[in-house]
């Protein structure tokens, strides 16, 4: 029985292959393709090993994508998460450097002039806020001197923070001004004078060069503009160790001509005559013809060192308010010119 | 020589290799193809292109995820839908006659004469009107046992199933298809 139903089944196979036969390729068919199969793998490489390395790896995990686009996102995510928290933090907290961070890109993104200006008065204001916040900070046992050093801290910051601000905003208002744009000028001056208002609420002081309003700090540049040579001269004074390395170089080095004659150039000129005596320079027609030069020099030439000894230390200013060094050194430019008066005077008879 | 071994040479990019792989897929893959492609010279394209695409995929098989039959049919499947969705962009219109003119198709000439082709093609046709009266399972085994030819374990690993259960599917189908084959004197 089973056998005759094994025949059966075996005959509706065979008939079902037949009529699946209609799908067949014939074999010449077949050839042809298999021609055109084999003259196009001639031409067509096979992937590398590089990519189906790639390949077998994204394999193992087909799930790579979307982890990849999770993970970016996350730490996408996390970071904005920190960057938001480190907003409320206050000096001395862990993530208060992530809030600096931030505002140095802030300021370092915004445009020069007056965006960059607006932005140091919104972190100014920053300090403040971070500066009262703390002093609202009840005080326990455990946490006195924490706080105590938090609030030096944000006072420092606040302090140094209010003064950028205020010199950049003075910046901008001079700009303003010399354009002609008073009105915006007068915008700016309230809004420096808002800031320091609310500096002082905070006890924050402002340093008196900036001047509450800006208008101090005009006067002073007014001050500059009128007398440039008394400027040049405080500036040569705060800067000795210039003067000594230019004299030392004129002395014993005669390599060092350029760099000596530079020097003279930036060189003040009330210290100019006696310098140039003292180290025996020939290349200042103007001040004093080149024999009498070389002739003070030999009388001169001692003095250098109290000189600059004295010169390098220009807080010891007199009621006058010139350092002693400056006095001595007039002290000799008339010397020297009396002398000049006096060569002068021979070679006519 | 082993289709195993032949693999790994193709891999390496020995063309002789491949060309055996070609002689033991192209029937296999052609009836598949032509199972869901009315058109026998687009069947054809098809399979060529399922031919050059298995030769460049080759070093990307890996033995150990699964038979070369199932990844070479995977292959034959994705060719199939890229076709069929640039059917879908561009409808074409195959007319009949296509099928049966024997300058389009060089292989007609010499098959024997026209009226086996004809047979062919009418028994297809007798076998799709009855391969829709039976389940789904039962067309997937009829089609990869018969038609495909595969075997009793590649058609198991295809459907995940046993080859207990596709035995049984296809006994089934087999006795399911004579009655509706008989209740509708139909011959093929």
């Known amino acids: 029985m089973s056998i005759f139903r094994a025949k059966k089944t075996d005959q509706e196979i065979f008939r079902l292959k037949k009529a699946a036969s209609g799908f067949d390729l014939p074999a010449k068919r077949n050839l042809e393709i298999k021609a055109r199969v084999m003259s196009a793998i001639k031409l067509v490489p096979q992937d590398s090993a590089v990519s189906s390395a790639m390949g077998k790896n994204f394999a193992k995990n087909p799930l790579w994508l979307p982890k990849l686009a999770f993970s970016v996102l996350a730490g996408v995510g996390l970071l904005g998460s920190t960057v938001f928290a480190s907003s409320y933090s206050l000096p001395g907290d862990v993530l208060y450097p992530v809030k600096k961070a931030k505002e140095k890109l802030e300021l370092q993104l915004a445009p020069a002039g007056r965006p960059k200006a607006l932005v140091l008065v919104k972190q100014a204001e920053e300090r403040l806020h971070e500066l009262s916040d703390i002093k609202a900070i009840p005080t326990q046992p455990g946490n006195t001197e924490k706080l105590s050093k938090q609030k030096e801290e944000a006072r420092v910051q606040a302090n140094i923070q209010v003064s950028t601000a205020v010199e950049s905003l003075a910046q901008v208002k001079k700009d303003l001004e010399d354009k002609g744009n008073t009105q915006a000028a007068e915008s700016v001056n309230s809004t420096i004078v808002n800031l320091v208002a609310r500096a002082k609420t905070e006890d924050v002081e402002v340093e008196d060069r900036i001047g509450a309003s800006g208008e101090k700090q005009e006067k002073a540049e007014e001050r500059q503009q009128d007398s440039p040579k008394e400027k040049e001269g405080q500036e040569k004074v705060k800067r000795p160790e210039g003067e000594v390395r230019g004299l030392r170089h004129k002395a014993g080095d005669p390599d060092s001509g350029k760099q000596s004659r530079s020097q003279e150039v930036t060189l003040p000129k009330v210290l100019m005559p006696s310098l140039t005596a003292s180290s025996g320079v020939t290349s200042l027609p103007n001040v004093l013809p080149q024999g009498q030069v070389l002739g003070a020099s030999t009388t001169t030439s001692t003095s250098i060192e109290p000189q600059h000894s004295s010169s390098t230390s220009p807080s010891e200013k007199s009621d006058d308010g010139m350092t002693e060094a400056q006095k001595k050194l007039l002290e000799q430019q008339k010397e020297a010119q009396e002398k000049s008066g006096q060569t002068q005077t021979e070679g006519g008879r | ?188």
């Open chain 2, 1 to 188: 020589m082993d289709l195993s071994e032949q693999i790994k040479k193709a891999q390496n990019g020995d063309s002789q290799a491949f060309s055996r792989i070609y002689d033991a897929y192209s029937g296999k893959l052609f009836r598949y193809i032509r199972l869901k492609i009315s058109s026998r010279q687009h069947a054809e394209d098809i399979l060529q292109e399922v031919f050059v695409k298995i030769w460049r995929g080759l070093p990307n098989y890996d033995q150990e995820k699964g038979t070369f039959n199932a990844w070479v049919y995977r292959v034959a499947a994705n060719a199939l839908n890229d076709f069929l969705r640039k059917i879908y962009r561009a409808p074409e219109t195959l007319e009949m006659s296509e099928e049966f003119e024997s300058s389009k198709a060089p292989w007609q000439q010499d098959a024997t004469d026209m009226g086996k082709v004809l047979d062919a093609e009418l028994s297809l046709k007798q076998l799709g009107s009855l391969m829709s009266g039976i389940p789904e399972v039962y067309q997937k085994v009829i089609e990869y046992r018969f038609i495909q030819d595969l075997t009793v374990e590649e058609t198991a690993e295809l459907l995940g199933k046993t080859n207990l259960a596709v035995r049984l599917i296809q006994h089934r189908a087999i006795n399911k298809l004579k009655k509706l084959r008989k209740s509708n004197n139909v011959n093929f």
